[in-house]
């Protein structure tokens, strides 16, 4: 092997050269490349914003087809229509365009519009001939979201809606709907947007909207009542009849409105609670203060007299009855049947100037006091209805009952009220008395008695009947001949007081010559008054 000499140079790796830029050849390349990302990102910003809609149901819609629509303006269309993992549900992936991305907040709300009926009203009928849409609610918020959860109802309120929201509470629901109009003066001014069942289950709590400008009329001594259905009552007052359209007949309603008496028509704020009565008698009654319980025991029967039964003084109604029992004593081994009722001492007004209401009770109290002690104040049944039989009960002077002294003390927790009987309950015993009477006339004689006429009666006529009959066969005969002598004797009569019988003329002649001596009987008459000595002394001669 041939060995290298020692003086030979040793290679040295030289360190690489340090790159000063990127070439040119790639600068243009680069630049059409950002270029085509600017486009890019350009042309997904004009397609607009996409978002996941979840429904439980896929009916009406389709992928490609459907659109979405914001006060009937379209702003969008539907990508895809799938099924949830849970398959439980429908994912609908729709782009909104970039002209109506402001709409896509959280609050926002999506539901499918295809023919419905509810609240008494037809929506969604366009769609029998363009397919079902989704609409869009806008909201108030101003964060966006990408998935929402649709609503399988339209709503019956939107936020741009303009108007105010009020709360109410009642005992039970009724006909009362989600959607269930609510008037105004027979107005149509709103509706029922949701309603929730009580924690404890003791009532109801409703949700409604009044439209602008009606809810200017809400104010805080407004009362709100049922309108549903037909009110039609048979009560002691009478025959009443109220409703307010077919559709609160048919799907219900409410009504609201201010009493006569108030004086306070300040707007009411947004969310105000207030309560639904059952009517709208109830919902006008005034303020009645604090109450009077007490007691009244009748003899008579209290059948017709219902709890809610007017109580009636001179045709006030002060008050009403409560309850109707039927209780019994052990003691007196007795039953009774005690009527509570309510009096409220602030229907009746003071003719005090400057009284206080706070002393109404007590002074109308110490009057009915003595009013029961010295006036012959009672309480009494009455009929209030005849076509139901319904009874109220009458507080009333009695001038009979003024000297009966009775006790009576407001004090204790429920005072007893003297009562007197009734009107109607007098004529059943005064008819009672009369058939009591006559069950002392002996009607058997009576009969026994007219038997015995009625024969003789009959032994009378058979008789007279008989009498007729002679009558008839001896004296008929007889009776024919004159009555035929008797028109012959007529016949003759006739002819010889005709005008041209002899007779006739024989008359007038002897007529003419009575008048003639008549005529000169008064020439001497006249001639003996001028001349009385002419009977001795004869006609004296007229000297010429």
């Not at 009443?240 to 004086?263: D, E, H, K, N």
């Not at 109830?282 to 809610?308: T, W, Y």
């Not at 109404?360 to 005849?386: D, I, S």
């Not at 004529?427 to 026994?448: G, M, P, R």
Request: aromatic share 8%.
């Amino acid at each position: 092997m041939t060995e290298l000499p020692d003086d030979l140079p040793q290679a040295v790796v030289a360190p690489p050269k340090q790159r000063r830029g990127i070439p040119l050849v790639w600068i243009i390349p680069a630049i059409a490349a950002l270029i085509g990302i600017w486009l890019a990102i350009g042309a997904i910003g004009d397609l607009g914003r996409t978002i996941t809609i979840r429904f439980d149901t896929a009916e009406g819609l389709e992928a490609g087809k459907t659109i979405i629509r914001y006060k009937d303006v379209n702003i969008g269309e539907i990508n895809t229509v799938t099924l949830s993992k849970d398959r439980k549900h429908v994912l609908v992936t729709a782009r909104i365009d970039k002209s109506a991305q402001e709409l896509i907040v959280e609050d926002a709300q999506f539901w499918v519009v295809r023919p419905r009926f509810t609240g008494g009203q037809l929506s969604g009928v366009s769609t029998l001939l363009s397919g079902a849409y989704i609409s869009v609610g806008a909201g108030k918020s101003k964060k966006h979201k990408r998935e929402f959860v649709g609503l399988e109802v339209a709503p019956v309120l939107t936020f741009d809606q303009p108007g105010r929201a009020y709360q109410l509470h009642a005992k039970d629901l009724g006909s009362i709907d989600v959607g269930a109009p609510i008037y105004f003066r027979h107005i149509k001014v709103g509706e029922v947007t949701a309603f929730t069942l009580d924690k404890n289950g003791a009532g109801v709590s409703l949700k409604i909207f009044i439209q602008a400008p009606y809810d200017q009329f809400v104010g805080t001594d407004t009362r709100f009542w049922n309108a549903s259905g037909i009110d039609l009552a048979f009560d002691a007052n009478g025959v009443r009849l109220r409703t307010q359209s077919i559709a609160s007949v048919l799907l219900g309603g409410i009504a609201f409105g201010s009493p006569p008496q108030s004086l306070n028509d300040t707007p009411a704020a947004p969310n105000t609670l207030f309560n639904l009565y059952r009517d709208r008698d109830l919902a006008m009654k005034p303020s009645d203060g604090e109450g009077q319980i007490f007691v009244m025991n009748f003899k008579e029967s209290l059948r017709g007299l219902l709890p809610g039964a007017p109580l009636d003084f001179r045709g006030v109604q002060v008050g009403e009855v409560i309850s109707v029992n039927a209780e019994y004593d052990p003691k007196r081994d007795w039953f009774y049947f005690p009527v509570k009722a309510v009096l409220y001492p602030e229907r009746i007004r003071l003719l005090v100037p400057g009284a206080k209401q706070s002393n109404t009770a007590e002074r109308v109290k110490r009057g009915l006091y003595k009013a029961v002690l010295e006036r012959g104040f009672r309480a009494q049944l009455r009929t209030g209805n005849l076509l139901t039989s319904q009874l109220y009960v009458a507080l009333d002077f009695f001038k009979e009952k003024e000297a009966e002294k009775v006790k009576l003390d407001w004090n204790t927790a429920l005072p007893e009220l003297p009562t007197v009987q009734g009107n109607f309950e007098e004529l059943q015993v005064t008819l009672a008395h009369i058939l009591k009477s006559l069950e002392k006339v002996q009607f058997d004689q009576i009969a026994t008695d007219l038997q015995k006429t009625l024969k003789t009666l009959d032994n009378s006529l058979k008789g007279i009947d008989k009498l007729v009959e002679n009558l008839d066969k001896t004296t008929g005969p007889e009776l024919t001949q004159a009555l035929k002598d008797l028109r012959a004797t007529l016949s003759k009569a006739d002819k010889v007081l005709s005008e041209d019988s002899p007779m006739q003329q024989d008359v007038h002649d002897t007529l003419r010559e009575v008048s003639r001596a008549a005529q000169s009987l008064r020439t001497l008459t006249d001639m003996l008054d001028r001349q009385p000595e002419a009977l001795l002394r004869g006609k004296q001669e007229t000297k010429p």
